[in-house]
């Protein structure tokens, strides 16, 4: 399993960004897909998560209103359309899958099989 983050940049605060996450070598549409975000000295933190088979997607209260998770799975892709972005929200941004998650395991980082190599993602003026 292969999954590859894309997108990530340097922008100023109110801008937006797309990230993207390509997987391969998985039945993505089997597969519960993940954002989480980490800063040096800090745990990885959940961002959004959209189940497999169309079981709706979650988002962090913390990006609630401005981040929007999706899926292709025609494409394999994921996506994380980040709005309005914050000084807050500059972090290393990382896509995840796993197969088995149940609605309270989707925030745990811990749960998830495979992970993308993250994106840098920064927000400055």
């Known amino acids: 399993v292969q999954l590859q983050a894309s997108g990530g940049g340097s922008v100023q605060p109110g801008d937006s960004l797309r990230l993207s996450c390509a997987a391969s070598?998985?039945?993505?549409?089997?597969?519960?897909m993940g954002w989480f975000r980490q800063v040096p000295g800090k745990e990885r933190e959940f961002v959004a998560a959209?189940?497999?088979?169309?079981?709706?997607?979650y988002h962090s209260d913390s990006v609630k209103g401005r981040f929007t998770i999706s899926r292709d799975s025609g494409k394999n892709m994921v996506y994380l359309q980040m709005n309005s972005l914050r000084p807050e929200d500059t972090a290393v941004y990382y896509c995840?899958?796993?197969?088995?998650?149940?609605?309270?395991?989707?925030?745990?980082?811990?749960?998830?099989?495979?992970w993308g190599q993250g994106t840098q993602v920064t927000v400055s003026s």
């Open positions: 959209i189940r497999r088979g169309g079981g709706g997607a």
């Open positions: 995840a899958a796993d197969r088995g998650l149940i609605l309270s395991q989707l925030t745990n980082s811990a749960q998830y099989d495979y």
């Open positions: 070598g998985l039945s993505f549409t089997t597969y519960t």
